[in-house]
């Protein structure tokens, strides 16, 4: 754990485990500070780890290096339902590779200069922005209907 990382990252329930440098990006290895999940199914809480697969996901840029989280995706076994679920996360949407805050960065950034630019600038597929666009905008407009 490192309180200055944990401050900079600011993700609710999450601390820093580790970090590993690389060339050109830095992984910061997350851990996530709650037991168990409320089973989005019936409600109860359930703390019985069913299994754990860490992805990577891309995060903002910290002093001009690209940061990578490795995070894990935790299910967990309902033993009230019987059901597994799988541990949402408020700072990231279901089987994407990208938090939140990075997509909104990114639609930003492609506002300003053509999705050339960006791929380049951000080393990401010109497909991969186009769909970041998207759903940024399919949750802009969701947003604005709730209203």
Not at 100 to 126: F, P
Request: a positive charge; charged letters at 25%; hydrophobic letters at 30%.
């Amino acid at each position: 754990m490192d309180f200055h990382l944990d401050s900079l990252l600011n993700l609710p329930n999450v601390t820093v485990f580790t970090h590993r440098q690389k060339s050109d990006y830095i992984i910061l290895q997350l851990e996530l500070l709650n037991d168990g999940i409320v089973c989005p199914h019936c409600q109860k809480y359930s703390d019985e780890l069913n299994q754990n697969r860490p992805i990577l996901v891309r995060d903002l840029s910290i002093s001009g290096q690209s940061i990578y989280l490795q995070v894990p995706r935790r299910q967990f076994y309902c033993k009230y339902c019987r059901k597994y679920s799988t541990e949402s996360l408020t700072w990231m949407e279901m089987g994407r590779h990208h938090t939140l805050r990075y997509e909104e960065y990114i639609y930003e950034k492609a506002k300003d200069m053509t999705v050339k630019q960006v791929s380049r600038n951000e080393g990401i597929s010109i497909d991969t922005i186009e769909l970041i666009v998207q759903r940024v905008n399919q949750r802009k407009k969701l947003e604005i209907q709730k209203v």
